[in-house]
């Protein structure tokens, strides 16, 4: 048999039985109107009780019929505390929502150098290794310096004879002019500036370190010529770590300098190190609509290492909004609401979700603390409807009935 069919027979005779109980079964307008069938459409459908002659039994008949009607709109009404709905509320709690700013960011060194020579020339020793640590002037490596050392040599020569050829002058003023002991002087002062040149370039043939640090890899060997451009060592000061992240637009009036940040290291999941905003970029990047921020992390355990990625996460206060159970938000044609007990009885109270948490929704509407709203039994929940507030629950979650 085709499907079409099948189908048309199947409507056919569920009015079939439809029409037999509306007609046969005692009570059945009754339970149409409890379910919430307007009474005009009931009165359309149920047949009206036949006339008998016997006007004691027609008597009868209606007072039983109005007793029943009076009974069902005292059900549909309310009244009574036995008929009215049993369901379990939940009270109103204040949420806030968190404006938490999650970002990824790169760290570097708080102070790193690239070691460079101040001279030209050939290395003639190498002082340290990967990973030692260095203080500030301490030698790491040294040039080729024999013709420094004769320069210097020379110049220390020269002074010798410049002083001596003035403390001469000085001595027979009497026999020389003026003019020639002022010479001598100049001369002398001359010959000590030559001196300090030759200290200084026989100095810069040793290649010093600028600051505390830890020596990253060699990359040059014992007689590799090198100029003022080769690197000779990088130093990192990993006592504390730079993190460089950027953060949306919208958070550029509300981050600032010593705001606390924390900040975990792919390295190291589930570890959490605790900094602050030490700088905030003064403008916007126009391509990607981002503010670059820069955060300070300790790292006194020397944990860390420059390069690291690390993804940093900041806490911002966020507004507060009515808190509901997720149960009790209900939908209909005009969108979300939740049913609040006043009284006894349950009003309907049109809500704006504003965030979807595990336990609460966050809702903006007419709600303060302590409100109480509906979270089970909402079936049968009807505007302005009696209500009896439980607080027993079966097991299976649903509220339960006496």
Known sequence: ????????????VIIAGFAAWVFFA???GDKMR??????????MIVPKAPETADAGASVGAQGQRGQGQGQGQNR???????????????AVVQGVVNDRLNA?????????VAVTPQATG???EILIKSGDRVKAGQVLAKLDSEEQVIARGQADVAVKAAVEKSNLYHNIKSSVSRMDVFDSEIAEQGARLQLQAAELNLARRNITAPIDGIVGIVPVNIGDNVTTSTPIVTLDDRSEILVDFWVPERFSNTVEVGQPVEAMSVAKPGQVFSGVIEAVDNRIDAASRTLRLRARIDNSTDELRAGMSFSVSMKFPGDKYPAVDPQSVQWDSQGAFVWQVTDDKSHKVRVSI????????LVRADLKDGDKIVTQGLQRVREGGAVRVSADVAANGEVATQ
């Open 1 to 12: 048999m085709a499907f079409w069919k099948q189908f048309i027979l199947s409507l056919i």
């Open 26 to 28: 005692p009570g059945a």
């Open 34 to 43: 409890d379910a919430g069938i307007p009474d005009s459409l009931v009165s």
């Open 76 to 90: 549909r009404s309310g009244g009574g505390r036995n008929s009215a709905i049993l369901v379990a509320t939940q």
């Open 104 to 112: 990824i960011g790169t760290g570097d060194a708080i102070r790193s």
């Open 122 to 124: 050939t290395i003639r």
């Open 354 to 361: 504003v965030q979807r948490n595990p336990d609460f929704v």
